[in-house]
């Protein structure tokens, strides 16, 4: 059985007290919920006294990016051993965001996650196709090239441990979401390329959720897919009430 996440992506969204209102709200409702694990990826401003907050709960931090060097001469970079010291569990890699503004490559996105592995922090390493390669038929080609190109050299024990993200870029932030069809057409897809690469018990083990425009009114349909483990949350994850609807989605 496979744990669900929820995880929230709160980008480049939320000052100080906007986040530690939000957490004030979220936690108490949530204190309670152990079959799902929650997740929260939020700016690095927020990161240190969100850790504070969050410590002994439920609710596990995260960072939506990272270096790959744990210290040195990289202005405005951030390191592993940085994200560790301020308590984070999960960093989020590769977002198609990150992908398209700041040209990051899947060989790159390898990199990070490897070297987010040995810090003991669990990648989730988003992978999607653009509405131009789905047009053309060539989603799970690139789907499957993303897969060689950012999830390769792990090892079996670590295969197991790190977290994929679909994330269709036609659906981030658009209101457009996948069908759960689409969604659970490629996400079974990506399980069977990662057994083709790592054996059938990591690829029975990893978890792999959908994210692209999810609200409570479409993600109990998402997870009843076969395939898809949780969710990856932008835009409705950035207030207590959607959030946490989603967080219950097979309770409310
Ligand atoms: C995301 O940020 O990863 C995302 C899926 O955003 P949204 O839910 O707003 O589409």
Redesign the pocket.
């Known amino acids: 059985m496979r744990k669900p996440i929820i995880a929230a992506?709160w980008?480049m969204y939320k000052t100080i007290s906007e986040g530690k209102d939000f957490i004030t709200n979220f936690l108490p409702k949530v204190k309670d919920v152990y079959d799902k694990e929650i997740v929260i990826a939020m700016p690095y401003t927020l990161l240190f006294v969100a850790g504070e907050m969050l410590k002994g709960t439920n609710v596990k931090l995260s960072a939506e990016n990272m270096y790959v060097e744990e210290k040195g001469a990289f202005t405005g970079e951030i390191s592993p051993l940085m994200l560790k010291d301020v308590g984070c569990s999960y960093v989020i890699l590769g977002?198609s965001e990150r992908r398209k503004y700041f040209k990051e490559t899947d060989d790159f996105v390898n990199q990070k996650m490897l070297v987010a592995l040995k810090y003991g922090i669990i990648p989730i390493v988003c992978i999607g196709e653009t509405l131009e390669e789905r047009e053309q038929g060539k989603t799970l080609e690139v789907i499957g090239k993303q897969i060689k190109g950012s999830l390769s050299k792990l090892s079996t024990l670590d295969a197991e441990k790190i977290v994929i993200a679909y994330?269709p870029v036609w659906?981030?932030?658009t209101g457009k979401n996948a069908t759960p069809q689409q969604a659970q057409e490629v996400h079974e897809f990506i399980r069977k390329k990662y057994a083709e690469i790592y054996g059938s018990i990591p690829s029975e083990k990893v978890r792999i959720l959908y994210?692209?425009?999810?609200k409570p009114e479409n993600f109990k349909e998402i997870m009843a897919q076969k395939d898809v483990d949780g969710g990856?949350?932008?835009?409705?994850s950035l207030e207590v009430e959607s959030f946490y609807k989603l967080v219950m989605y097979d309770k409310i």
Request: hydrophobic content about 40%.
């Open positions: 992506n980008k977002h994330e659906a981030i932030g994210g692209g425009s999810i990856l949350v932008g835009g409705a």
